[in-house]
């Protein structure tokens, strides 16, 4: 599976943008998706999560209420809706898919996933 997100840019706080994730391959369907971000001079840490049909998504506690994750299969992209931006969202957001695990705290792990995107820069302003 390749990734390419997009969508990133600069906003002042109290925005919104639309991160999206297109993905190759006719597997798509079956992964479950995710967004990672890495801030300046942080580690990189899991932002959110999407099961395979849509059915269950997982979230950080950071974002839970102003982010939202979502898939359409047909299309192979996921997107990341994120509102009532901060300057601490401030970051690196990357794309990240792999199979499903059985564990779904699992999700929130970076060694969970195989397969990253390049990552699209989100500048929040206040």
């Known amino acids: 599976v390749q990734l390419q997100a997009s969508g990133g840019g600069l906003v002042q706080a109290g925005g919104s943008l639309r991160l999206s994730c297109a993905a190759s391959?006719?597997?798509?369907?079956?992964?479950?998706m995710g967004w990672f971000r890495r801030a300046p001079g942080k580690e990189r840490e899991f932002v959110a999560a999407?099961?395979?049909?849509?059915?269950?998504?997982y979230y950080a506690d950071s974002v839970k209420g102003r982010f939202t994750i979502s898939r359409d299969n047909a299309k192979n992209t996921v997107w990341l809706q994120m509102n009532t931006l901060k300057p601490e969202d401030t970051a690196v957001y990357y794309c990240?898919?792999?199979?499903?695990?059985?564990?779904?705290?699992?999700?929130?792990?970076?060694?969970?996933?195989?397969?990253w995107g390049q990552g699209t820069q989100v500048t929040v302003s206040s």
């Open positions: 990240v898919a792999t199979r499903p695990i059985g564990n779904s705290y699992l999700y929130t792990r970076e060694s969970t996933y195989h397969y």
């Open positions: 391959g006719r597997t798509f369907s079956s992964y479950v």
């Open positions: 999407i099961s395979w049909s849509g059915g269950s998504t």
